[in-house]
């Protein structure tokens, strides 16, 4: 079983641990969430920040560096953690797992994921439009069949006019 101690105080509603991937602590974390449902599991892997900044009346969690934040929501969770004995498997279900690499964001406010914004650039707008017009012709041309390019145009077989 693990212990809970007051924090640093940071932020609030949730718990926060560090070196997440490295040291393999999402067994550590999700008992500490399944002891606490009101809070929010964080786990911040090494060389990585979750940074938190007010918008509005939302605390929004935005990830940088070279690893993840892992982050375990259980408000929908059932779990046996009050009941089960130290040595006893603990029952831990329904638990939102969301793991956010560099440049993901996540509502504090909401639990929710925030959409990462959706960006193509130029050079490959017009790859995907010329893939688009080239998926037209063929299928036009396979639909076509056996049939001569005018008539396909709409004109007769003979002479190619309307």
Known sequence: MTQ???????????VIDQHFDQRNRYGRLLMIVSQSPQLLGIGVDE??????EHIG????????GKGSVTI???????????????????????????????????DLTTRTPVPLPHEVDDTEAAEIAEAGR????????????DVSPPTCAGGSPATGAV
């Open 47 to 52: 060389d990585t920040a979750a940074v938190v």
């Open 72 to 106: 375990f929501d259980p408000a929908r969770m059932v779990t046996n953690a009050h009941e089960a004995r130290r040595s006893a498997p603990l029952l831990a279900s329904g638990v939102m797992l969301h793991v956010l690499p560099a440049g993901a964001a996540y």
């Open 57 to 64: 009346d939302h605390e929004v969690l935005r990830v940088t």
């Open 134 to 145: 080239d998926l037209r012709q063929l299928a036009h041309d396979i639909a076509a069949g």
């Open 4 to 14: 809970v101690a007051a924090g640093l105080g940071l932020l609030a509603s949730s």
